[in-house]
């Protein structure tokens, strides 16, 4: 199984690919789950815009869309990054772009492995375990 990195319209943002990866496995083994087929997909706001719009008739901009095709403990699903966003979003938060792409990626990785934010209190417990989890990365 594979974890892979691709661009739709955007230049590839400056990650370590097998970091990354070993971090994304890492994390996931926290939770009881092993990586399968995760294919982060870094794209521009108007590209996650069409995606909102088209696949979760929501009508705004969004950091990541994750698509979650997980079967049992094995986490599968494409994760679709706003570069765009993710750059908005590091200047809102007072953070690096690497920081908040990082937080976004695992953010993604979370939702695979049955975490959710939208109910009272998931999301104070999504932030928690993102935070945990960029402590775990290497720099």
């Known amino acids: 199984m594979a974890i892979s990195y691709q661009t739709d319209d955007v230049k590839m943002p400056a990650i370590a690919k097998r970091d990354v990866t070993t971090w994304i496995k890492a994390i996931a083994g926290t939770y009881g789950k ?7 997909i870094f794209c521009s706001d108007e590209k996650i815009l069409e995606i909102n719009r088209t696949y979760l008739q929501h ?5 990541i869309i994750t698509f979650d095709y997980t079967k049992g403990n094995k986490i599968s ?5 706003s570069v765009d966003t993710v750059a908005t979003n590091a ?3 007072k ?3 690497d920081e908040e792409l990082h937080r976004v990626i695992i953010h993604g990785i979370l939702h695979l492995c049955g975490m959710k934010d939208k109910e009272p209190g998931e999301r104070e417990k999504m932030e928690e375990a993102e935070n ?6 290497k720099q």
Do not use: Q, V
């Not at 092993?34 to 982060?40: D, W």
């Not at 009508?59 to 950091?63: E, L």
């Open 59 to 63: 009508n705004y901009y969004t950091d």
């Open 132 to 137: 945990k989890a960029l402590s775990l990365r």
């Open 77 to 81: 699903g494409d994760l679709f990054i």
């Open 91 to 93: 200047e809102r938060f």
């Open 95 to 97: 953070s690096t772009y």
């Open 34 to 40: 092993k990586a399968g087929e995760i294919t982060c």
